[in-house]
């Protein structure tokens, strides 16, 4: 059952136009991948999905509902969640502080609780640097902070743009680790990595973005194998 429907999205930036009329569907339960190089518009689809940015043309259906003009602040309560590229924290508040404002929709204090345990539990360092400034942690520790927030919500739809930016190689396992744990938990993820092989590694399905269309999809381990898809973006 689809979850998320993306049909004919069109996105321009004055007078050159970025998304070309991309169609896509992310089904209740997957990691869906969106890959390609740069400047292929992997980023302003995420934007457009959550209103961000404005349409030329297309709609997009969440749960059965037609969000294609529904103000951006009103998603995080219909349950669609996003960490943005480059983490977007607030860097002059705590992590418990910007933990709280995740769950800003949430008035049940017993159900915060809970939830803020969950994450404490996930993610322990969060636990022990509960009290320190979000700005002092390194990037590892902020892209946690940014996953864990979003989750504050409880989202049915993650969608993580670029969660392996700028990390090292031992926090971009852990981030992966962290994505298909919390998708085996219930959430269902639409992830924009430009790490083609880790994400392909984690995704059921995938679609390769060229130039602001849809060049392929597959399965990610169809798309693994693939020789041109291995030139193309895995090195290989």
Same mark, same amino acid.
Not at 51 to 59: H, M, P, R
Not at 66 to 80: F, R, S
Not at 110 to 137: D, H, S
Not at 173 to 199: C, H, P, S, Y
């Given at each position: 059952?689809?979850?998320?429907?993306?049909?004919?999205?069109?996105?321009?930036?004055?007078?050159?136009?970025?998304?070309?009329?991309?169609?896509?569907?992310?089904?209740?339960?997957?990691?869906?991948?969106?890959?390609?190089?740069?400047?292929?518009?992997?980023?302003?689809?995420?934007?457009?999905?959550?209103?961000?940015?404005?349409?030329?043309?297309?709609?997009?259906?969440?749960?059965?509902?037609?969000?294609?003009?529904?103000?951006?602040?009103?998603?995080?309560?219909?349950?669609?969640?996003?960490?943005?590229?480059?983490?977007?924290?607030?860097?002059?508040?705590?992590?418990?502080?910007?933990?709280?404002?995740?769950?800003?929709?949430?008035? /049940?204090?017993?159900e915060f609780n809970e939830m803020l345990e969950k994450m404490f539990e996930r993610f322990p360092i969060?636990?022990?640097?509960?009290?320190?400034?979000?700005?002092?942690?390194?990037?590892?520790?902020?892209? =946690?902070?940014?996953?864990?927030?979003?989750? =504050?919500?409880?989202?049915?739809?993650?969608?993580?743009?670029?969660?392996? =930016?700028?990390?090292?190689?031992?926090?971009?396992?852990?981030?992966?680790? =962290?994505?298909?744990?919390?998708?085996?938990?219930?959430?269902?993820?639409?992830?924009?990595?430009?790490?083609?092989?880790?994400?392909?590694?984690?995704?059921?399905?995938?679609?390769v973005l060229e130039i602001g269309k849809i060049a392929k999809?597959?399965?990610?381990?169809?798309?693994?194998? /693939?020789?041109?898809?291995?030139?193309?973006?895995?090195?290989?």
């Amino acid at each position: 059952m689809a979850l998320l429907t993306v049909e004919n999205l069109q996105v321009s930036y004055g007078l050159i136009r970025a998304i070309k009329g991309v169609s896509f569907e992310v089904n209740e339960g997957e990691i869906v991948a969106l890959i390609g190089a740069n400047g292929a518009g992997k980023t302003t689809i995420m934007h457009a999905l959550s209103n961000l940015i404005g349409k030329d043309a297309g709609t997009v259906h969440f749960a059965d509902t037609d969000i294609t003009h529904t103000p951006a602040h009103k998603l995080v309560p219909m349950g669609l969640a996003q960490v943005p590229e480059g983490r977007r924290i607030f860097q002059e508040l705590t992590v418990a502080e910007n933990l709280r404002l995740g769950a800003y929709t949430r008035k /049940d204090k017993a159900e915060f609780n809970e939830m803020l345990e969950k994450m404490f539990e996930r993610f322990p360092i969060l636990k022990e640097r509960r009290k320190q400034v979000a700005g002092t942690l390194s990037g590892g520790e902020q892209q =946690m902070l940014a996953m864990s927030r979003a989750l =504050m919500s409880h989202p049915k739809l993650l969608l993580l743009d670029e969660p392996s =930016m700028g990390l090292s190689p031992l926090y971009v396992n852990t981030i992966f680790d =962290m994505i298909r744990q919390i998708n085996e938990e219930g959430t269902t993820v639409l992830l924009v990595e430009q790490n083609a092989k880790k994400a392909l590694s984690i995704a059921d399905r995938a679609y390769v973005l060229e130039i602001g269309k849809i060049a392929k999809t597959g399965t990610g381990e169809e798309l693994l194998s /693939d020789d041109a898809i291995r030139r193309a973006y895995l090195g290989d």
